[in-house]
């Protein structure tokens, strides 16, 4: 556990969030109207102050003081039932954290209370003042061109000209005038992540955001996290079923348990990370162990789906990611 009773200060130009002392205004839900973002990529924070698209990398090596997040005491309950009782999670500007937890566990509910959609939970986070969220579906809007979708809410020749950088960034350059229902879901999911980043966010939270592409597909997608993370160094917390993704990318890996993170263990892997190597499979049987599956469980499930990748239909049963023959290493 990483529970931390002393901490530093938060970074400057960090967002308290503490709630029923979590006032709405501090972390307003988006800018932009509901009916308009059905599930916005940005809370309001994350677009004011300036232009919203400068400095991506204003955290890189930068040493500001303190954690980009900090969750003390985060509790939320629903009907009675306290499905987060008592969270304290810091993560460092520009760390990568994944979080697993079984299907139920509130992994969800702790990404929507550090997103500022839900103002009914109780204790304090501090979180980064611009953020954004890509969920497992990638929510863009049908009637609205990619450059678009990716732009949305912000405003201005250079963020357009910053929204086609992003596009280009993530591998979607010449499909600025796309429609979204002409992409593949991976495509999709590009323009998502594309619309993420250009918000130049402190803190980047990932929703299962690899879900639901099939397995090769996923692979190019978490060398493409690696390579935007690296390059933009947002804090991430990316929630997943999937143990080897959150092996192969994080450099912490949290499991939520009875309300509470149970686990909260460094990565040691160093940058190239190979599932052949003997930390990764004994940190992997340690998750797995943690999460209530053993790897005999997780080798069938992994094989009951051809070999697939774990994260979209066995939500029960978080297992092992693409085979090591599809290339990922
Ligand atoms: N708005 C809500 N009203 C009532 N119950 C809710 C609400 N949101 C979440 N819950 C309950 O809280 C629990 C945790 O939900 P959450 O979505 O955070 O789980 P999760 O860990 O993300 O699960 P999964 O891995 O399946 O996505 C579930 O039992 C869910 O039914
Ligand atoms: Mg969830």
Same mark, same amino acid.
């Given at each position: 556990?990483?529970?931390?009773?002393?901490?530093?200060?938060?970074?400057?130009?960090?967002?308290?969030?503490?709630?029923?002392?979590? *006032?709405?205004?501090?972390?307003?839900?988006?800018?932009?109207?509901?009916? =308009?973002?059905?599930?916005?990529?940005?809370? =309001?924070?994350?677009?004011?102050?300036?232009?919203? !698209?400068?400095?991506? #990398? =204003?955290?890189?090596?930068?040493? =500001?003081?303190?954690?980009?997040?900090?969750?003390?005491?985060?509790?939320?309950?629903?009907?009675?039932?306290?499905?987060?009782?008592?969270?304290?999670?810091?993560?460092?500007?520009?760390?990568?954290?994944?979080?697993?937890?079984? +299907?139920?566990?509130?992994?969800?509910?702790?990404?929507?209370?550090? #997103?500022?959609?839900?103002?009914? &939970?109780?204790?304090?986070?501090?979180?980064?003042?611009?953020?954004?969220? !890509?969920?497992? %579906?990638?929510?863009?809007? *049908?009637?609205?061109? !990619?450059?678009?979708?990716?732009?949305?809410?912000?405003?201005?020749?250079?963020?357009? &000209?910053?929204?086609?950088?992003? @596009?280009?960034?993530?591998?979607?350059?010449?499909?600025?005038? #796309?429609?979204?229902?002409?992409? +593949?879901?991976?495509?999709?999911?590009?323009? #998502?992540?594309?619309?993420?980043?250009?918000?130049?966010?402190?803190?980047?939270?990932? %929703?299962?955001?690899?879900?639901?592409?099939?397995? @090769?597909?996923?692979?190019?997608?978490?060398?493409?996290?690696?390579?935007?993370?690296?390059?933009?160094?947002?804090?991430?917390?990316?929630?997943?079923? %999937?143990?080897?993704?959150?092996? @192969?990318?994080?450099?912490?890996?949290?499991?939520?348990?009875?309300?509470?993170?149970?686990?909260?263990?460094?990565?040691?892997?160093?940058?190239?990370?190979?599932?052949?190597?003997?930390?990764?499979?004994?940190?992997?049987?340690?998750?797995?162990?943690?999460?209530?599956?053993?790897?005999?469980?997780?080798?069938?499930?992994?094989?009951?789906?051809?070999?697939?990748?774990?994260?979209?239909?066995?939500?029960?049963?978080?297992?092992?990611? &693409?085979?090591?023959?599809?290339?990922?290493?």
């Amino acid at each position: 556990m990483t529970t931390r009773t002393t901490s530093p200060p938060p970074a400057p130009g960090a967002t308290q969030v503490s709630a029923p002392a979590v *006032p709405a205004p501090v972390v307003p839900v988006p800018a932009v109207p509901a009916p =308009a973002v059905p599930a916005p990529a940005v809370p =309001a924070p994350a677009v004011e102050g300036g232009p919203a !698209v400068a400095g991506w #990398a =204003a955290r890189q090596g930068g040493g =500001a003081p303190g954690p980009a997040v900090r969750v003390r005491e985060v509790r939320r309950e629903f009907a009675g039932r306290a499905v987060l009782a008592g969270i304290d999670l810091d993560i460092a500007p520009g760390e990568f954290v994944a979080l697993l937890g079984r +299907s139920g566990s509130g992994k969800s509910t702790l990404l929507r209370i550090l #997103a500022g959609l839900d103002a009914d &939970a109780t204790g304090k986070a501090t979180v980064p003042a611009r953020g954004a969220v !890509v969920f497992q %579906d990638p929510r863009l809007l *049908p009637w609205t061109r !990619v450059l678009d979708n990716v732009l949305l809410g912000l405003k201005g020749r250079q963020a357009r &000209a910053q929204a086609a950088v992003a @596009l280009a960034e993530v591998g979607l350059g010449g499909k600025e005038r #796309a429609w979204p229902g002409t992409l +593949s879901g991976g495509e999709a999911q590009r323009a #998502a992540l594309a619309r993420a980043l250009v918000r130049s966010p402190g803190l980047l939270l990932l %929703d299962e955001p690899f879900g639901a592409l099939d397995a @090769l597909t996923r692979i190019r997608m978490h060398s493409l996290l690696r390579d935007l993370c690296r390059r933009h160094q947002p804090a991430v917390l990316l929630v997943t079923h %999937d143990v080897d993704e959150a092996i @192969l990318l994080a450099d912490r890996v949290a499991v939520l348990t009875d309300g509470r993170l149970s686990l909260d263990e460094r990565v040691g892997l160093g940058g190239a990370r190979h599932r052949s190597d003997p930390g990764f499979a004994t940190l992997r049987t340690r998750l797995l162990a943690e999460l209530g599956v053993t790897d005999d469980e997780a080798s069938g499930a992994a094989g009951a789906r051809g070999g697939e990748a774990s994260g979209t239909t066995g939500r029960d049963a978080p297992v092992a990611a &693409a085979k090591d023959a599809a290339g990922e290493p």
